[in-house]
């Protein structure tokens, strides 16, 4: 069995018969003079001006791709050195958005959460150039991970429209805009975000609704993800297999698969991109234990429709830990492909069989 | 339920007086929310414990210093501490309880809101802590004071009991409990019980029954007008028929989030002599307008044509800290306004 959609981004040199493709969910610990150099630049009274700032942005993103590329992964993306948060990123580059000050998420805990005060609009690209830096600076394909219309729409005020639903859904025309924009510059892989559907379930039809807007007219060969994280998948399995997308990148080595049948039954049709490193443990895990969490995803999905990548992104990481654990997922990845090759893994997939008694 | 209709007793010809006024927990200002997170730090051991340091508790008294000027400045008619300090929101009483654990993170209902599971693990007596900062606000402030507290019902919902063993009798603890600390404020007007687990997670046949005597409890603890504000909702039928039953002045409304279910309840079972009408949106920057607030009070009252209220209080229908601060500023003077407005034209 062959999977096309994925199989575009094998390596030419690969060296098993298998491919279980390795990436990343996005985002990546900064380098400590990124962050001082960005308050050199929120510091009017300092010289360090905005070339200064792009210029360490740009050095970043090389950076992190390059280090990616070490790793091994067989995707890469810039870790996102260019964004500040999820949200804000995004509302800051749509008309339509306002920013009045910083609310509590708990604690101490701030964020800049916006308010939409009137119809949201697509002016200039948000992603494009970020894209074409970092594809220029590597020879491997390169993910683009975007915010999800439905969490753009959950995370701000709504002051302009009826509801949150109508909100997402004309969010989602301008993702869409701007995939196509991505996609005319080379893309072929595109992770959409939408981590608020893990706090309000029920919503997957609104999810679903603004995943159509944001496929229509999108080559097919071009891949779309779909990462979720930190929920509870029975509330939204098997109703997300209908949604227009390759591959679902979940959060699972949190939770100690704990969550991993929930899958099984109905069979899962799409790829599934299996969190096999858990960003929440500031130690890398050993390749043996990678091997072991990468075995788990079989019992869900053959070998041709998995992707590995770690549960989230890994930016509160340490950074030498975040690396650590990309190394060993590819090396634990290259292993697993290995005993495939030679016949050495036998794994049972699906429903598990009710225990007679 | 025998207090069904009996409060259709209203005078006739009494004037409805209008009240602005608030739910408290108030947003820190900008400036507070910098210096108090350089000051505590941004992990869950670094919240508060009741026995903050001077730098922190001055910190704390400029904001509350602040909030109260907005309110004086907007001219509400009641004057909130604004529960600054509350960094678990309405668990806060527990939170700073010695006999209480904080433990993991947990959501804030609904919300994308977050604060410390408190688990209650020795006998709970009442600490002071919230008498202490009304105190602090009578100090600064001409204005009427109005405490703000959970209700026994909503605190017991966020909170975790490994001391009681029965959810009756935790239920009538935290009661106890949050009476014991009513004894020990300073004069206020009014009392606002914050009781969104009524609606969030409504209490089940004799639950219900006894929500309303745990209110009561807390209730007769005070001479204030005590105000029990549920939100996220209308109450069921039968929960807000047994809330009619605690000895309270009035019961509060949350108009934005369901107008039919409310005005349903107020038909059908009648309502206190008193009543909060939450019509300004607590968890939205959209601004209303004094004269909008001010014609949905008209609309609410033409739809019971029957009752006429002593007191109708106009407020948000939710805490106000999910707002950036020139918002939540900006709903705090249009409360004012449209409480002026409505008086004006009742007279």
């Not at chain 1, 630049?41 to 001006?49: A, I, K, L």
Request: glycine share 6%; with cysteine.
């Amino acid at each position: 069995m062959s999977n096309e959609n994925k199989d575009q981004f094998r390596p030419e040199d690969h060296a098993n018969d298998h491919f279980l493709l390795t990436t990343v969910v996005g985002s990546y610990p900064k380098p400590k003079w990124l962050n001082r150099a960005k308050e050199l630049y929120e510091d009017p009274e300092h010289g360090f001006d905005e070339d200064d700032y792009q210029e360490a942005k740009d050095d970043a993103a090389r950076l992190i791709t390059n280090e990616h590329e070490r790793a091994g992964l067989d995707v890469v993306v810039d870790g996102e050195m260019r964004r500040n948060e999820m949200v804000e990123f995004f509302a800051h580059r749509i008309e339509g958005y306002e920013f009045n000050g910083p609310v509590k998420v708990w604690g101490h805990n701030y964020f800049d959460k916006p308010s939409v005060v009137s119809d949201v609009e697509y002016t200039d690209s948000w992603l494009v150039d970020e894209y074409k830096f970092t594809a220029d600076a590597t020879d491997r394909p390169v993910k683009v991970p975007i915010t999800g219309p439905y969490t753009l729409a959950s995370w701000s005020f709504n002051e302009a429209y009826e509801d949150d639903a109508e909100l997402a859904y004309a969010l989602a025309d301008l993702v869409n805009e701007e995939i196509e924009k991505l996609v005319d510059a080379g893309a072929r892989y595109i992770q959409i975000d939408e981590p608020a559907l893990a706090t309000t379930p029920d919503d997957h039809a609104i999810v679903g609704e603004a995943l159509e807007h944001i496929v229509e007219d999108i080559p097919e060969d071009v891949r779309i993800g779909l990462h979720v994280c930190y929920g509870d998948y029975s509330r939204i399995y098997p109703e997300i297999l209908e949604f227009p997308v390759d591959e679902f990148d979940l959060e699972l080595a949190n939770g100690d698969y704990d969550q991993l049948d929930v899958f099984k039954d109905p069979e899962f049709t799409a790829d599934l991109a299996l969190g096999v490193t858990d960003v929440h443990v500031a130690e890398a895990e050993s390749v043996e234990q990678i091997e072991e969490n990468i075995k788990k995803g079989l019992e869900v999905v053959p070998p041709e429709q998995l992707v590995l990548s770690p549960d989230c992104g890994v930016k509160l990481l340490p950074r030498e830990v975040a690396y650590g654990k990309m190394a060993n997922m590819v090396e634990a990845a290259r292993n697993v492909e290995a005993d495939l090759d030679a016949g050495n893994i036998d794994i049972e997939r699906g429903a598990p069989t009710p225990a007679d008694d | 339920m025998e207090n069904i209709k009996r409060r259709y007793s209203l005078a006739v010809g009494t004037m409805t007086e209008y009240v602005s006024t608030t739910p408290g927990l108030f947003p820190l200002p900008d400036w507070a929310k910098d210096d108090l997170s350089d000051l505590k730090g941004h992990q869950k051991h670094d919240l508060i414990s009741g026995d903050e340091g001077e730098e922190t508790t001055a910190a704390y008294e400029t904001a509350r210093e602040e909030v109260i000027d907005v309110q004086d400045d907007a001219g509400l008619d009641r004057i909130v501490e604004g529960q600054l300090r509350w960094d678990d929101m309405l668990a806060h009483p527990l939170a700073v309880n010695d006999a209480v654990e904080t433990r993991g993170i947990v959501r804030y209902y609904d919300n994308n809101n977050f604060y410390r599971e408190p688990v209650v693990q020795d006998e709970l007596e009442a600490s002071g802590d919230v008498a202490a900062e009304l105190e602090a606000t009578a100090d600064l402030t001409d204005g009427d004071l109005q405490a703000v507290l959970p209700g026994p019902y909503s605190l017991a919902d966020l909170a975790t009991d490994e001391q009681y063993g029965d959810d009756a009798e935790f239920l009538a603890a935290i009661g106890e409990f949050l009476a014991d600390e009513v004894d020990a404020f300073p004069d206020v007007e009014t009392l606002f019980l914050l009781e969104p687990s009524l609606v969030e997670s409504a209490p089940e046949d004799g639950e219900d029954e006894r929500a309303s005597e745990a209110i009561d409890q807390v209730a007769r603890a005070t001479d204030a007008d005590v105000v029990v504000q549920p939100y996220w909702g209308a109450l069921e039928e039968k929960v807000y028929a047994h809330l009619l039953d605690a000895d309270i002045d009035a019961v509060g409304f949350d108009f934005v989030a369901n107008q039919d279910d409310n005005l349903y309840n107020i038909q059908e079972y009648g309502a206190t002599d008193s009543a909060s009408l939450g019509l300004a949106d607590g968890q939205s920057t959209l601004v209303e307008d004094a004269e909008a607030i001010r014609d949905r009070v008209d609309w609410v009252e033409d739809q019971l044509q029957v009752t006429e209220f002593e007191t109708v209080y106009l407020t948000t229908n939710t805490e106000t800290f999910y707002l950036p601060y020139n918002k939540f500023e900006e709903k705090l003077a249009v409360l004012a306004e449209a409480a002026e407005l409505a008086e004006v034209k009742a007279a």
